[in-house]
Structure formats: C-alpha cells, structure tokens
C-alpha cells in the first residue's frame, strides 16, 4: 500500500490522463469523474514521489567528498615519491625553470601560425626572435602613432580629449606582452612582418583571409568564414580581456579595432595594396549591412577617418583642388602643389607655408635602425620636394636643406642574412647552439629553429642637393623614381626635380653659346 506522506496523487485519473480528456476527478473523488462516471468505468489514480532538492544536495555532496578523499589519497602517494626520489636522486639541479606560453593563428585550411612566447625569445613556426628585437621595433611603432595623434590634435579643432595621457597610453599598448597576452595575434603577426623576414610566412594571405572572411559573414551573414568564425575573429581582432565576468562582444569595439587594424597597415605598408582594400572591401562592406559608427563619440575612429580622407585625397590627386580658409599647413601645401604641377605658377608667399609645415612634421624627419613605415617615408619625401621648390624659387630654405639628415630619398632597405648570428638571436637559442659539439648536429639545429633577417636600413650618403646631381643620369633617375613611395610624391618629383633640373640645365647650355 502506498504512503501518503511520502508520494503525492495526481489530480487526473490514468484513463483522462492517457485520452488526453478533461478529468474533474480531484473535485469527485472518491468517486469516479465525470468521464469515467458516463463510461461506466472506475476510476484508478496515480501517485508520484515528489523531488526533493535536499537529496540532490546530499548526492552532490556525497560525490564531492569523494573526490576530496580520492586526491588527499593521491597527493599522499605523491608526496611520499617525492620524498623517496629526493633521496636516491638528489635535489633537483634547476630550481627555478622558466615556461614558455603558446598560441595558435589559423591562417587557411589547415595551416597555422604557432606563436612561443619564452623569456627571451618569441618563435613563430619555429623562427626565433629575440623579445628585445621585438621590443624596440614596436617601441617604434607606438611612438610612430603617439605623434600621429598629436599630429591629429594639433590640426584638428577641439580635440582636447586627445591629451597627453590618452596619447601614452595608445603608444604604450602596442608591446609584445600587452598583444600576446590579449591574444590580438593578427596585428602582433602584421607589426612583426614588417620589420621582419619570416622564412615562409606570406602575411598578404593571412590579411586578406581575415578582410574576406568579415566582408563575407557581414553580408552574407555567415556564422563562419573560410577561415575563422565570429567568435574567433572578435577574439583574435579585439582581443580577450582577462575581466570578471568574462568576455562579451561589443559590435561597436569590434568594429572600432577592425579599422584601427585595417588603418595600421596603410601606416606601415603604404597605399598600393592595403589602401584599396580599406576603401573598396571594408568600408563598402560597412555602408552595404548599414553599420553606423558614432564618429563624434568615438574619437578613436574619429583620428582614423580624419588620415583616411587625407590618404584617400592624396592617392587620388587628378585636377588642382582647393581647401578653402583651412588653417592646416600641410593641405595648404597640397593646394599650392596641385596648382604649381598644373601650371599655375609659384606664388611668392610658399616658403612661409613650407616652413610652418616643416616644423610641423620635424619628428618625422628623425631617422632610426628599424625599418621606416611608409607614412614617415612619405612625409619625408614630401617635405622634402617642396623645400627644394622653395629654395629653386627663393633661395631661402638653403641652411634647413643642409642640415637634414633623412629625406626620404637616401635611405636603402637592407635585410640581413638569416643564416648568421646576429642580434635578433636570444642568447638563449645561441646557448642552445653551443651544446652540441658535432657541426652536423648543430647545422640541424639551425634548420629546426631558422634565424630572421631583420627589415634594416641604410641611410646613404646622399643630401638634398646632390639628388640633383643624381637625376641627372638615367640610371640614377630611374633609381630615385622608384624610391618614390606614392603617385603625388612621383608627380612631385618629376616637376621639382626632373623638369627643373632639365630646364636649368637648358638655360645654362644658352648662356654658354652667348
């Protein structure tokens, strides 16, 4: 007989119950429903053991004692071997080892970037680089965009947002540690491609793997790319914050670093490919699923759109253009630039302008060991040309074109052997080379860990006025041609340089037959 106390009677019988018909039986009981009643037919109720939470409770509990008792019982064992090693073996000779972290970047199908980050060395695919190396080309890098920032606020109106603390701040940002750890491993591999050479890294296809597959979920609205799904990629593009709570997705975050990303690649690379695929891919992308950035709240996107629409008005320079009362220098000589290379003439207040827009862009003028990002080349290259248009005309730029140091014409990229020792070693992995007496074994070892060749420079003995010289030939016309880092700048050159330099030579040829 069932206790009452412990199960409960439902409140239908089994037969309404199982036709699925409506049973008054908890109102008739103890005699049948109205159902069964009509039928003929009595009435048999069900009962259930109700849940009890207190028992699920004590199961949980019960288990998790258990699993205490298993590895107090365990930890004992391994104690007592320990204890017993220590005695036949000795203590051990290293006390304090150091441990490398790993992570890995899918770059296609089954193709992966594995980065090992140790104390002394970052490898990826087995190419050691020293973490110094890394640290002082990226030191590079972050005071590169600290004085595009500055640049932004000095030429932008009401940007006091972008002080002296928020420009730290982003400079600092980009080290090794700060992106490995944040697992932003795209725009680690991108800032160390470019200042260095890793044997049988193709960066370009893991650029474009990453625009095509966002290009692709965006519209299509995939769940996955080729390559990397939504979860991945805003991990591996915004980074994983280490917060209580966990990580969750921000589509304004994810966009805002998407761009920044994007942006940095034209910074570093220049406008030939990346450019193209920041204005075609990525913003037509954005415009086509409609997504809206609050550029005004936003002053991070905000600073990127502002050299967007300076590369873009640049790389696109057709027809002489005009900027209105703009109190910027550098567009004022764009203007004045469009208007001397479609014939309009010099206008005599230049050298003023020039000057002004020297001074501003001087930090760029200053030249290090590390490979030159294409905005420093351009900037350089830049100024330069139109310094030399005001000395032609003037005369009076004579003592800044003899003191400059780096012009952007005498500089010749250099990459070392990856076969030699050099500084982008750890004297860890050279260590790791000392310990093996046989050549053979050694020679082995070198091809397991390959050496990188380091994106150099060499500054060439070769100033303002003696680019004159140079032009002069066909070969060393060529040579500076090809030196010239975007479309304005050879436009530039063939006007300040080329064309002055033929017709003053032409003019003194005059003078000698007189």
């Known amino acids: 007989?069932?206790?009452?106390?412990?199960?409960?009677?439902?409140?239908?019988?089994?037969?309404?119950?199982?036709?699925?018909?409506?049973?008054?039986?908890?109102?008739?009981?103890?005699?049948?429903?109205?159902?069964?009643?009509?039928?003929?037919?009595?009435?048999?109720?069900?009962?259930?053991?109700?849940?009890?939470?207190?028992?699920?409770?004590?199961?949980?509990?019960?288990?998790?004692?258990?699993?205490?008792?298993?590895?107090?019982?365990?930890?004992?064992?391994?104690?007592?071997?320990?204890k017993e090693c220590v005695k036949a073996c000795g203590e051990a000779g290293i006390v304090n080892g150091e441990y490398s972290s790993s992570k890995v970047l899918k770059v296609g199908k089954d193709v992966y970037v594995l980065f090992t980050l140790g104390k002394e060395t970052l490898s990826i695919n087995n190419c050691a680089i020293s973490v110094a190396s890394i640290d002082r080309c990226l030191n590079d890098f972050g005071e590169l965009v600290g004085e595009m920032l500055k640049m932004y606020a000095t030429w932008e109106a009401q940007q006091e947002i972008v002080s002296d603390i928020i420009v730290g701040q982003r400079s600092s940002r980009y080290c090794l540690k700060t992106l490995f750890e944040n697992e932003e491993l795209p725009l680690l591999l991108c800032l160390i491609n470019f200042y260095f050479?890793?044997?049988?890294?193709?960066?370009?296809?893991?650029?474009?793997?990453?625009?095509?597959?966002?290009?692709?979920?965006?519209?299509?609205?995939?769940?996955?790319?080729?390559?990397?799904?939504?979860?991945?990629?805003?991990?591996?593009?915004?980074?994983?914050?280490?917060?209580?709570?966990?990580?969750?997705?921000?589509?304004?975050?994810?966009?805002?670093?998407?761009?920044?990303?994007?942006?940095?690649?034209?910074?570093?690379?220049?406008?030939?490919?990346?450019?193209?695929a920041f204005m075609s891919k990525y913003i037509r992308t954005l415009e086509q699923v409609r997504k809206k950035i609050n550029i005004e709240k936003n002053w991070e996107v905000k600073w990127v759109n502002f050299y967007i629409k300076i590369f873009d008005l640049v790389g696109s320079i057709s027809t002489p253009m005009g900027f209105g009362n703009i109190e910027v220098n550098f567009l004022k000589v764009i203007e004045f630039d469009c208007e001397y290379m479609w014939g309009k003439g010099y206008i005599g207040t230049f050298s003023d302008v020039c000057r002004r827009n020297f001074e501003e862009f001087k930090w760029f003028m200053e030249i290090g060991i590390t490979r030159i990002p294409f905005f420093k080349m351009f900037v350089a290259q830049f100024v330069s040309l139109n310094l030399v248009l005001a000395e032609?005309?003037?005369?009076?730029?004579?003592?800044?074109?003899?003191?400059?140091?780096?012009?952007?014409?005498n500089v010749k990229e250099r990459n070392e052997d990856s076969n030699v020792s050099s500084s982008v070693r750890s004297n860890e992995l050279e260590q790791k080379f000392k310990m093996f007496e046989s050549f053979e074994?050694?020679?082995?070892?070198?091809?397991?860990?390959?050496?990188?060749?380091?994106?150099?420079?060499?500054?060439?003995?070769?100033?303002?006025?003696?680019?004159?010289?140079?032009?002069?030939?066909?070969?060393?016309?060529?040579?500076?041609?090809?030196?010239?880092?975007?479309?304005?700048?050879?436009?530039?050159?063939?006007?300040?340089?080329?064309?002055?330099?033929?017709?003053?030579?032409?003019?003194?040829?005059?003078?000698?037959?007189?």
């Open 392 to 409: 032609n005309n003037e005369g009076s730029m004579t003592n800044i074109i003899g003191n400059l140091g780096y012009n952007g014409f």
């Open 1 to 82: 007989m069932v206790d009452s106390e412990e199960v409960l009677e439902l409140k239908t019988c089994s037969r309404c119950r199982r036709n699925k018909i409506r049973c008054d039986y908890n109102e008739t009981k103890p005699n049948s429903c109205t159902a069964c009643s009509k039928r003929c037919v009595k009435c048999i109720a069900d009962y259930v053991v109700p849940h009890k939470r207190s028992h699920e409770l004590s199961s949980i509990v019960q288990g998790v004692n258990e699993v205490v008792k298993v590895v107090d019982d365990i930890y004992c064992e391994y104690e007592i071997m320990a």
């Open 441 to 514: 074994e050694r020679e082995v070892l070198r091809v397991v860990f390959r050496g990188v060749a380091e994106r150099s420079v060499e500054i060439e003995d070769l100033d303002l006025f003696e680019v004159f010289v140079v032009a002069l030939t066909d070969e060393g016309c060529g040579m500076l041609r090809q030196r010239c880092c975007c479309k304005i700048i050879r436009d530039l050159f063939e006007n300040v340089v080329v064309s002055s330099t033929k017709e003053s030579l032409e003019v003194r040829n005059v003078d000698e037959c007189f």
């Open 197 to 276: 050479q890793i044997p049988g890294l193709d960066y370009e296809r893991t650029f474009d793997l990453i625009l095509n597959d966002f290009c692709s979920m965006a519209v299509d609205d995939k769940k996955s790319g080729i390559c990397y799904d939504r979860a991945s990629m805003a991990t591996f593009i915004v980074g994983r914050t280490r917060e209580i709570g966990g990580t969750h997705f921000n589509g304004e975050v994810f966009v805002k670093k998407l761009t920044l990303y994007l942006f940095y690649h034209i910074v570093l690379y220049g406008f030939e490919k990346y450019m193209t």
